[in-house]
């Protein structure tokens, strides 16, 4: 279990803002068979939990993985 638990470790306000400024948004993570997939996105909100991404239907996992 981490240190100081499985929350987000920064100010998701700050990055969520940051990254809203940027012309494009990419997403990239380790698809089923192993190979990369790569993903636009948009920013749809930022909590407590982290930031919620929005995407087309089926391109990001269910279950709100975290990155690392």
Not at 13 to 33: S, W
Not at 39 to 66: C, N, W, Y
């Amino acid at each position: 279990m981490p240190k100081k638990g499985a929350g987000p470790r920064l100010d998701v306000d700050r990055a969520a803002r940051r990254m809203g400024r940027q012309p494009h948004r990419l997403l990239a993570y380790q698809g089923g068979d192993g190979m990369p997939v790569i993903v636009p996105f948009s920013i749809d909100g930022a909590s407590a939990d982290g930031m919620h991404l929005r995407a087309a239907p089926g391109l990001i996992p269910p279950d709100g993985r975290r990155a690392g």
